[in-house]
């Protein structure tokens, strides 16, 4: 019962504490320090460190078994369940459309372009980059362009 103990303190812990004690167990830096993936890394670190982690017999047999799983290689064989994500919004503005926007006494042109939004003559990925290059800031490029309207708070 001391392990669940052990492993219910680590629940309670904060990030900084959950990344001291990855340090200590797994002896180096942790590659995320998202809570949740910490909590679960190291309860399962001390559990194996505790009772054994897996056999030799089981890693061999489970290198086997992925020696002979067979993964299609290109885009058109795979098959995803779930929402993908689009290389483009089916309401983006079409290329070559010309999107104006008066910003600090200055009017702003950004041009559709085949992969992207040309402002002064750089072509950025998507128009929140644009936005960002034009303001300095971060915005939401459809909404500094007015695309779309800012959600009214309830």
């Known amino acids: ?5 052990e492993i219910e303190a680590l629940r309670k812990m904060a990030v900084p504490e959950l990344v001291a004690r990855y340090r200590e167990v797994y002896g180096k830096e942790p590659r ?3 809570r949740e993936w910490l909590w679960k890394r190291v309860s399962w670190r ?11 017999l089981a890693k061999e047999r489970l290198e086997q078994i992925i020696a002979e799983l067979d993964v299609p290689l290109t885009e058109r064989q795979r098959s995803i369940s779930g ?6 919004r089916s309401n983006d503005p079409p290329v070559g459309t010309i999107l104006t926007r008066t910003w600090h006494g200055r009017e ?4 559709v372009v085949d992969g992207g939004y040309e402002y ?3 072509v950025h990925k998507t128009l929140t980059a644009a936005a960002k290059a034009i303001t300095g800031s971060h915005w939401n490029g459809r909404l500094f362009f ?5 959600k009214k708070s309830k």
């Open 46 to 56: 001390i559990q194996e460190m505790k009772f054994g982690g897996l056999s030799h």
């Open 83 to 88: 929402r993908l994500k689009r290389p483009g």
């Open 1 to 5: 019962m001391e392990i669940e103990k």
């Open 146 to 150: 007015g695309l779309v309207k800012r």
């Open 108 to 111: 702003i042109q950004v041009t």
């Open 32 to 34: 995320v320090r998202n």
């Open 120 to 122: 002064d003559g750089v």
